[in-house]
């Protein structure tokens, strides 16, 4: 069974920085692309950024030039960098992540269990 595991959340004032983490852990072959959506009160969930195996990235429009993701294929883990916060970034963040396990196996997707980042204005 695989498992994602995001860490990393907090408290932070409006313009600071946290850097997000979710570790995959489990039998598996191989992650291809990885993501972080977050979801915010009374709102849907929203794709933050991507990033594919080879680490080709696309971010949302209202975190473009802010928030970073990153990959190190040798830990299973996936990064949000969050650069210049605001209050309307404040929601839980989840990880998640199309893996194989098995050659004959179709891809699945993972999802962590969340970590709540705020932002104080």
Do not use: H
Request: glycine share 12%; net charge positive.
């Amino acid at each position: 069974q695989v498992q994602l595991v995001e860490s990393g959340g907090g408290l932070v004032q409006a313009g600071g920085s946290l850097e997000l983490s979710c570790a995959a852990s489990g039998s598996l072959l191989r992650i291809n692309t990885m993501r972080w959506y977050r979801q915010a009160p009374g709102k849907q969930r929203e794709l933050v950024a991507a990033i594919t195996g080879g680490g080709s990235t696309n971010y949302s429009d209202s975190v473009k030039g802010r928030f970073t993701i990153s990959r190190d294929n040798a830990k299973n883990t996936v990064y949000l960098q969050m650069n210049r916060l605001k209050p309307e970034d404040t929601a839980v963040y989840f990880c998640n992540a199309g893996v194989k396990i098995r050659l004959w196996v179709p891809e699945n997707d993972y999802w962590g269990q969340g970590t709540q980042v705020t932002v104080s204005s």
